[in-house]
């Protein structure tokens, strides 16, 4: 995509497009995911993949520059990564197994070849880790960076559903929360967050193998943390007709987020993009779940429980009620920041 | 999204995306799929289907507002029902069954739920058209209106890949090419096309039972015509390492196309975006193909044959060679005439 090797300014898109499958297929074949049996490789009007014996999961979800990131926040490899894992994360939710993805990217002016290399590098590496194969794609122009993935898994077990909380069952969470609302709050506020909180929200980890082994030892639901915990609990708590009490100072948190939570901020109740799994558990469960814990090497904290009604009710370490500032993560808000 | 419920100009996407999966449930149980069952319907973190007996085919496609088409165009029903064509399109070239979709929508400050509400609808239609169901979408803010779908099939039966062709073979297409680019033409030149020309443009119809009654009769390779004949038979021919002749006389054209190309424009060999297909198939088959076609109620018309080689010549009544003004439909092209 570089000017100069156009000077009209005018993309062929086949051109572009017959690398970008080329690319694709080299991406897929190091991708070729251990969980699939890919029949039809990138490069023909569809990807087919074998048969599957079990249900089929299927999520799609964006990343639009300006809106979800800037560029300057991560590097293209990053990027990529990110975009698959977003879509994972929705597929570790529902302790599905992934086998494909596809990534549909639109492309801003200034978007270099060099740079979508990198985004598909680290696209099929986020795949890859997965066992997942990167099958398909497409590219268009458009504003701004866009990308686009779409995820396909299998259930091979248990199905995990926001539906199935009961009063009576304990909310456990995966690792930590926070860090990637206060990654972004660092860069909004000109700062570049430190290291490890910066990689929380550069490269989250979907909790595919966790979330397989809580739903195989009789987790009753999850939902994976997008939209901030506050935001995604109510979600479930609609789901499954109930109402739920978290304790914040169960909160699990790193200390840069328990510093600045500390100080007033809610970054680990309503911050977003953690991307890590909001488990729903029966209370005999809890042994069996720091064993799964320790195996998976994550952390697994409870932070409360269901109860009857439909109210989420936030307490202090005193049991007092807790009002948060704001009722959730939201994309949007983003927007007022947009650098142009 | 009317920014007068919304004094501050913020949207809530948790409240609009909520309300989106509602109603992306009733789309989904209007068109609950003939073709496949719903175990997990939109709203959850995934959508979750039945299993698959047969092979999987899987696709995505992108609609920008500016590149490929303008708000002024077609009705945002309307826009729905293409953005699912574009990519039920692919399913039909390898002869696979539709069973679900998923649309990610991207919107702009100035849609409306409204504008929202028919996109979604006009989607599901498209989607009931076909068997397949429409199973979960996402939503974000984008700079314009952004529609990318993907597509999920079954190859219950023979499956047509790009690369099947070989030296003797026939090339056959459905339908009539170059209206879809005629309607746009005149478009870009300020003029309204005729209705029969522009529900071409507006209103594709994807070949599905027509493929799959090509790929069991026994033709050998289909791609379709997305990018323009020329481009895409392009394509196919580089997938099976052969060459081809096209006797452009032969290319079926309404009587709008005719008397434009008669007058030295090329719509039905270069125009793009008819969704029509291109089959290649063993000469003994034409009998065949003409019960199939009238079986399905759609033309299937000789256009030309495979050679050994690797050229895509283009011969006239006389069989001199026809050099094209343009190797193909661009799609990035278009973008020279955004109203922005």
Redesign the interface.
Known sequence: LDSSSNPRG?????AFL?DFCRRLRQRGARSAGRNVRV??EP????????????????????L?E???FRSTWLTPGELGRRAAVVSLS??A??A?TPT?L???V?VADETTTETLDAILAGCAEACEAVGAAL????L?????L?L?S?A??E?RGR?L???GARAGDLLVVSGTLGDAALAVDGWLAGREPEQSVRSRWVAPIPRIDLSRALAEAGAHA???LS?GLL?DLG?LCR?SGIGAVVERERLPRSDAVAARDAAGADFALVGGEDYEVLFVSPPELEPEMARLARENGVPLTVIGRCVGGDAVTVVDSRGSPHVPPT??H????G??ERPR
């Open positions: 005018e993309l062929r898109e086949h017959g029949l039809v490069g023909d009007d569809c990807a087919v993949l074998a048969p599957s014996a079990s249900p089929i999961a299927l999520t799609t979800d964006a639009v300006g809106v979800h929705d597929l939710a529902m599905a494909a596809l990534l549909a639109g099958v398909g794609g497409n268009t122009r458009a504003d701004v866009t686009t779409t396909v898994g259930v199905c559903e926001r539906s999850a939902i994976d939209d935001a979600h789901a009722a959730g939201d994309h949007f808000a927007r007022k």
